[in-house]
């Protein structure tokens, strides 16, 4: 048997200043370790970025997706306004793309993109129909803000309902954001608006006792869909499902959504679920260009 150790140079870049959880205190057990005779019979095992599911093992989902949201963000600031505008990580990376363009190819016309087709009703259904997927919208009263303070409320509470539909499984295929002059947007595709009733509940593993036991007595108590079975070492139940209904589970658990200040009070002032072509309702010409771009689409095929 051997014994192994999980490290990287990235662990150095926390840094903490003087507190003990620092750099340099992984630095002080590298070095013990390398002068140790054992260091040679040690493997050092290379760590791999963890997924939302088992950073869950010990963090909230919320907590995980406010870390998310801040560093998925850049914060550049406007000389002008002397200000920090929030800049997306998707739109930093587009902003590296265009650059490397004109760079392969200067051209005057790199400042002046080729503005989105609208897209029109017929349009929406076909690409809807192609795509098989279903469009659904969260609607409300833009606050009255500068882009500056309304857009990172935004994009938090996209990267909030997407977490939310995705805890209960219902798969988000693509997601955005859009403001007018009235109302502000959440956008989302998803693969499927509908789930079975049935869910399949895993409880503790078999060998821990104690919750093995509290598990049990309340589902033979509360039978759903199935008795009580094992599976890969765990105790199982298939159960009703909360919500089977996208917009249902949208509707009903926004206030959980984390809102900021001027997003969550419009939302609790009254709110709106478009669903499928009901987006097309939107009557703003800006958002048909919204949407061309949503599916990533220059024209209209």
């Known amino acids: 048997m051997q014994t192994g150790y999980v490290y990287h140079d990235d662990y150095l870049k ?65 000389p002008a306004r002397n200000v920090a505008a929030a800049l997306t990580l998707d739109r930093f990376a587009g902003f590296i793309d265009r650059a490397r363009q004109y760079l392969d190819s200067p051209a005057i016309e790199q400042f002046f993109p080729t503005l989105s087709a609208r897209l029109s009703n017929a349009g929406f259904d076909s690409i809807t129909s192609n795509r098989g997927t279903f469009l659904m919208a969260l609607v ?27 805890r209960n499984r219902f798969t988000v295929q693509n997601d955005d954001v859009w403001a007018g002059d009235r109302e502000a947007v959440v956008v989302l595709e998803l693969e499927v608006c509908r789930l079975p009733p049935v869910k399949k509940h895993t409880g503790p593993p078999v060998w821990e006792k104690s919750h093995a036991e509290k598990f049990k007595q309340k589902y033979l108590q509360d039978r759903g869909f199935s008795e009580i079975y094992i599976e890969n070492g765990r105790y199982v139940v298939d159960i009703q499902r909360k919500y089977t209904d996208a917009a249902d589970l949208l509707c009903n658990e926004i206030h959980t959504c984390r ?32 949407l061309t771009g949503f599916f990533h689409l220059n024209v209209i095929p």
């Open 14 to 78: 926390h840094d903490t200043g003087l507190h003990p959880e620092n750099g340099g205190r992984l630095t002080a057990i590298m070095d013990g370790l390398k002068e140790s005779p054992y260091f040679n019979r040690l493997i050092q095992i290379e760590p791999v970025p963890a997924k939302a599911d088992q950073i869950h093992y010990i963090h909230t989902y919320d907590l995980i997706g406010t870390v998310s949201d801040f560093s998925a963000s850049l914060m550049q600031l406007d």
């Open 259 to 290: 809102l900021g200040k001027h997003v969550g009070k419009s939302i609790k002032s009254g709110f709106k679920i478009f669903q499928g072509s009901e987006l097309l309702e939107l009557d703003d010409q800006s958002f048909r260009e919204f």
């Open 140 to 166: 409300f009263d833009k606050p009255d803000e500068v882009e500056d303070v309304l857009y990172p409320q935004l994009f938090t509470l996209q990267s909030s309902i997407t977490d939310l539909l995705s």
